[in-house]
């Protein structure tokens, strides 16, 4: 089984490109969460999520320069300031079953594959693995495995607020919950920087229209179609309507909506290796 | 004097190229690193590289070690263990205030006027209440995810203090911490004396100066001695090992750091337990070994073990397979980011299991070698200290808001 046909192209950007078209990337863009920077000759220096531009924009990281620059300012600035280390480079010869195992232990949704010249060759993304589980069913409920610590934010909550919580509980998607307790919708920093960005309309003034914007309920940016589970499903199932969806995650719900976890796709394949052993799960997603 | 340029053989151009660029963006600015120790540990190593290279490159940076009697580093080591998940640690009101004394009074010699302070750890966490001008960041180098938390909620008001939070690993970061935080793997650095190429005969010469045989197998577990490395856990997989392996010889290496005054007593149990079999080495830096001797001992194994039930990362791992060697480890810290089961090493649960893979590492010099190699391009790609000096320089162009 050779890597290549797992691996996809990834959103990259230069390193010397404005924060700013990193934001558009995140909000736009196919694999839409996380952006491999690379430098003039194609090799990987660093990785930009989508966290990372919702900190700059609500000011929580960066802050000495937004003080300085200003909000418009810094999303000019060179992209190469506001990556992070990309700490998760392989070379192109290393197996299908050692990036499962990476992944799994450690809760890691994809990997970065390079030449010898580091020079990026693609992504291996856990989206590739759960493709080729489609129609697999393991004997596996998602009440067992989804997670059970749930951040979750009321409706009717500001997108500001949403968006600060996001950051300071480092999840990636928040539930959001009707004062009677049930499931309204789900909101992503996907969905959060593509409702900022849309919504900003004016070259100047970018401070101004983001606190009104971000004063907004986050019914505003979160989807109208809220994708869920529920305790029973079987793991392929949820995994499959993950997929169809284009959603990296989803609240888990009894019959009264409430919700009771969170399911991932990164918990999915962590679940699948769990039932089925890493061995069965290479020889199931090489057909 | 170590020079950027040194390491382009090793990372390529580019990234070189990408640290001299943002150096140049904060050169002349000053930087202070403040720790609890000179000597010993992995803060001590990481910054004795870190600074000078930062200072190579034109930032005024200085590091500045505490100054504190045997009772402080008491509490420190106390807190130190609260903060990894110890729940039976209670730090007492006159221990905490001692802790706080030491520190203003540190705080009042220190030279803390900078751009950027970076203060490592929970020993001198407490400086910032004595800030100035400048940024603060607190970088936490230990596994802080379960802390206990009568512990955790005395330090966590100082820690809001801070401009910024850095740790080692994502789940490190405290839940609801109120202060931004970012990631920093820590890094190795492949110029370092316990880094740098050895010729063989430099390495036999090592060997046999502390009586171990150049030509039986080797395996060693480098760690302080302390309970959460599990160095009486080695022993025992050593010893099922030598019952497949006949020839097989183990080192210990440890070393006393100041900070650390449970060091001594957990040497002596070390000592007892290996008994009088002559096969076991227990060395430490009291018995010279240093950093070049560390590097010998590690080219000379023939598969390393790490059986630590908790590690802040794991830099001992990073530093056998950067030498090509396969390690067998417990599933700790950073481990499962180096070891990768079957690739770089072998993870394992119990003490049967990890004798079994060592056994099988030694018998099959051809897989040891396979997996090591692989272990140091792991390394090369993801653990070398330009990766960490990157980081910092990001961080303080970010801290200061300064543009190129």
């Known amino acids: 089984m050779t890597l290549q046909k797992f691996l996809v192209k990834g959103a990259t950007l230069e390193i010397d490109r404005p924060l700013v078209d990193a934001l558009e990337l995140l909000a736009y863009g196919k694999h839409p969460y996380r952006i491999l920077v690379t430098n003039g000759e194609g090799r990987v220096v660093g990785i930009i999520t989508g966290r990372r531009a919702l900190e700059v924009l609500m000011g929580v990281r960066g802050t000495g320069m937004v003080e300085k620059k200003g909000l418009r300012g810094t999303l000019e600035e060179d992209v190469g300031i506001f990556m992070d280390e990309c700490h998760e480079i392989f070379l192109e010869d290393i197996g299908v079953e050692a990036l499962l195992k990476f992944m799994v232990e450690n809760t890691i949704g994809y990997a970065v594959i390079v030449d010898h010249s580091r020079r990026l060759k693609g992504v291996f993304h856990e989206v590739s693995v759960i493709e080729r589980l489609r129609g697999k069913r393991f004997g596996a409920e998602v009440g067992g495995f989804m997670s059970k610590s749930v951040v979750s934010a009321r409706a009717g909550t500001s997108i500001e607020e949403a968006a600060q919580t996001m950051i300071k509980e480092r999840v990636r998607r928040l539930p959001v919950v009707g004062s009677d307790g049930r499931l309204s919708g789900i909101v992503t920093i996907g969905d959060i920087l593509r409702h900022i960005l849309s919504g900003v309309e004016a070259q100047e003034g970018l401070e101004r229209d983001l606190t009104e914007i971000s004063r907004a309920p986050v019914e505003r940016a979160s989807p109208t179609k809220t994708v869920f589970a529920r305790p029973e499903e079987d793991l392929g199932v949820a995994a499959e309507r993950m997929l169809d969806n284009e959603v990296s995650g989803m609240p888990v719900i009894d019959g009264d909506r409430r919700v009771l976890g969170v399911v991932s796709r990164i918990d999915v394949l962590k679940a699948v290796a769990a039932v089925i052993g890493i061995e069965s799960l290479k020889a199931e997603i090489n057909g | 004097m170590v020079k950027i340029d040194d390491y382009a053989p090793i990372v390529g151009e580019g990234t070189v190229e990408t640290i001299k660029k943002m150096a140049e963006i904060i050169k002349g600015e000053r930087a202070a690193h403040v720790n609890a120790t000179s000597y010993g540990g992995g803060v001590a190593e990481i910054l004795s590289r870190m600074v000078p290279l930062a200072r190579s490159l034109g930032i005024d940076v200085t590091w500045q070690t505490l100054k504190g009697d045997i009772d402080f580093f008491k509490v420190t080591k106390k807190m130190h263990n609260a903060l990894q998940g110890d729940l039976g640690t209670a730090i007492s009101d006159e221990e905490f205030a001692l802790y706080l004394k030491v520190n203003a009074e540190n705080a009042a010699m220190l030279d803390l006027d900078s751009d950027v302070v970076v203060v490592h750890d929970p020993q001198p966490l407490p400086l910032v209440r004595q800030r100035g001008r400048g940024k603060w960041a607190w970088r936490c180098h230990i596994d ?261």
């Open chain 2, 144 to 404: 802080t995810s379960t802390p206990n938390e009568a512990v955790w909620s005395r330090l966590e008001p100082m820690v809001r203090m801070y401009d910024l939070a850095v740790f080692s690993m994502e789940r490190y970061i405290p839940k609801r911490l109120a202060i931004p935080s970012i990631i920093d793997y820590p890094t190795i650095d492949p110029l370092a004396p316990k880094n740098a190429p050895m010729k063989p005969e430099d390495v036999v010469r090592v060997l046999t100066r502390y009586g171990v045989d150049p030509d039986r197998p080797l395996i060693g577990q480098v760690a302080r001695f302390d309970p959460w490395k599990d160095p009486l856990g080695a022993i025992d997989v050593f010893r099922r090992v030598k019952s497949a392996v006949p020839g097989v010889q183990l080192v210990m290496i440890g070393s006393f750091a100041r900070d650390d005054p449970e060091g001594a007593e957990w040497y002596e149990r070390v000592v007892r337990y290996a008994g009088r079999d002559k096969d076991i080495f227990v060395l430490s830096n009291l018995d010279g070994v240093g950093d070049l001797e560390v590097n010998a001992f590690q080219r000379a194994f023939s598969a390393a073990i790490q059986l630590s039930k908790r590690e802040g990362f794991g830099l001992t791992v990073t530093e056998a397979l950067w030498k090509g060697v396969p390690v067998v480890a417990k599933r700790a810290g950073g481990i499962p980011l180096q070891v990768i089961d079957g690739t770089t090493g072998f993870l394992t649960e119990g003490t049967e299991d990890a004798a079994e893979r060592v056994a099988l590492l030694l018998r099959r010099p051809w897989l040891a070698r396979e997996l090591g190699e692989r272990g140091r391009q792991h390394v090369r790609l993801n653990f070398l200290i330009t990766k960490g000096l990157s980081n910092y320089l990001r961080m303080h162009i970010e801290l200061v808001g300064k543009m190129g």
